[in-house]
């Protein structure tokens, strides 16, 4: 059998590894400089606690997973010859796997409300899957990295998450444009057209501007909106983006606009970005999934095309569905898979060393093995990493093996050096060689 992978999947190697660590190492260390605490919940959620989330296209995309055993013992002939998935599908999947992170994070704080104290701030960095198409920037399984508060509707909270965005990139030397909007505003701009009954549809059309165009986007609302009323709907979008949040004007898009004027308000004078980051009111800003009500941020890389690199926004009652209702929570996700092929675009990771071994021992034989295996025991115990060469082959291949795993050190221990209890050491990358006692190896190591 030739061996494939699923599209949309991929290996790591041990250097990609090392490079994908570095992105997660960065976001972690901020995400806890700021207060967040870490949590994980299952690969697998119940189907029912995912579906009615994320609007039509993305209950679409949701990874489902057959019952096991028998999945259709219990399927009448006449529900098969239907062909009706939305009925049948339940009946034969009763879970599926995650599609964010977001709604089992709201799963979780109901499940966990009494262990747990408010406002809750969580961090989360697991993989997710979408049976979406595979393309540049996009794959059906990938890590997010998920930062959020919850049980506080101070925008406040959006001002921190605005922070932690930008110290995350400006650590990754990604310079970024930090796009932020209000769903109440854009609500309001709806109710001024009378087409509340289709926010979904002009959302998620919305959300597609960048991707396919505005005409595209206009045909596509089309279907359900005459003409006329989208030209309205454009030219107010078109009227506040250029005169920007002041010019907001629909009297039910006003909460909108004050909380945006106050998350602005934090980032003048001394609180500005980092200089190569710019933050951004974007009133075409969309965020087509159904659970945010408020503030929505949105974070696009400056030097390379790629989309949304992190996204989110605030969520009023997410909790609701779960029985835990009027707890609001904020939050962004960072799409690790989607930096890394920034950082890649960019050729940013010449600093990002493969993690590997310090110090090799030469395998001399068994006459030897002892006393190396006490050398490494030592210096494993004062946290310095070392290996012994599994085999007793020919020099030049030993020290290959070393060379092409970037290990530093290579320490040998035959017989003479057995004899003076002390033994040779080479510097990899100095090509120079000296002899050291067994003793002064940890010191010698743990001075560097």
């Not at 799963?107 to 697991?126: A, C, D, G, L, S």
């Not at 932690?164 to 309001?188: C, M, Q, T, W, Y």
């Not at 898009?253 to 980032?267: D, H, M, V, Y």
Request: include cysteine; glycine fraction near 8%.
């Amino acid at each position: 059998m030739k061996p494939s992978l699923p599209k949309g999947t991929r290996d790591f190697t041990p250097e990609v590894f090392a490079k994908r660590k570095y992105i997660f190492n960065v976001i972690e260390n901020v995400f806890k400089n700021h207060g967040y605490k870490a949590i994980e919940t299952p690969a697998v959620e119940n189907l029912k606690t995912l579906t009615g989330k994320y609007g039509e296209e993305g209950d679409r995309l949701i990874f489902k997973i057959l019952n096991s055993g028998d999945y259709l013992n219990k399927i009448e002939g006449s529900e098969l010859s239907s062909i009706d998935s939305k009925k049948l599908t339940p009946k034969i999947s009763e879970k599926a796997l995650r599609y964010d992170l977001t709604i089992p994070f709201a799963r979780f704080v109901v499940m966990n409300r009494n262990e747990i104290t408010f406002p809750f701030k969580r961090y989360q960095i697991q993989p997710v899957w979408r049976a979406d198409r595979p393309q540049k920037g996009r794959y059906r399984e990938f890590y997010q990295c998920d930062v959020d508060v919850i049980g506080s509707n101070s925008v406040l909270n959006e001002v921190d998450l605005i922070q932690i965005i930008d110290e995350v990139f400006a650590e990754l030397k990604i310079p970024v444009s930090i796009h932020v909007n209000h769903r109440k505003v854009l609500d309001g701009i709806l109710a001024e057209l009378n087409l509340k009954d289709n926010t979904n549809a002009v959302l998620i059309a919305l959300d597609k501007l960048d991707k396919i165009g505005l005409e595209k986007v206009k045909e596509e609302l089309s279907d359900r909106i005459d003409s006329n009323t989208i030209g309205l709907l454009f030219d107010k979008i078109g009227a506040i983006e250029n005169g920007g949040i002041d010019s907001i004007s629909a009297e039910k898009g006003n909460q909108g606009k004050e909380e945006l004027n106050k998350i602005f308000g934090q980032f003048k004078g001394d609180n500005k970005l980092s200089k190569n980051n710019d933050l951004l009111f974007d009133i075409k800003l969309a965020r087509g999934l159904d659970y945010y009500t408020g503030t929505i941020i949105e974070v696009k890389a400056k030097d390379v095309e790629m989309g949304s690199i992190c996204g989110g926004g605030r969520y009023d009652d997410l909790t609701g569905v779960f029985g835990l209702k009027d707890v609001s929570g904020v939050g962004v996700s960072f799409g690790a898979d989607r930096i890394y092929d920034v950082l890649s675009s960019m050729d940013s990771f010449k600093d990002v060393k493969l993690y590997s071994s310090k110090v090799m021992f030469v395998n001399f034989g068994e006459a030897t093995l002892a006393q190396i295996n006490k050398c490494m025991s030592e210096l494993r115990k004062n946290d310095v990493s070392c290996e012994l060469y599994p085999d007793e082959a020919k020099m030049k291949k030993q020290f290959s093996y070393a060379n092409t795993n970037n290990i530093p050190y290579v320490i040998s221990v035959g017989d003479e050096e057995l004899k003076s209890s002390k033994a040779k050491l080479k510097d990899m990358n100095e090509g120079t060689e000296e002899t050291i006692a067994f003793d002064d190896l940890v010191k010698r190591f743990s001075n560097g």
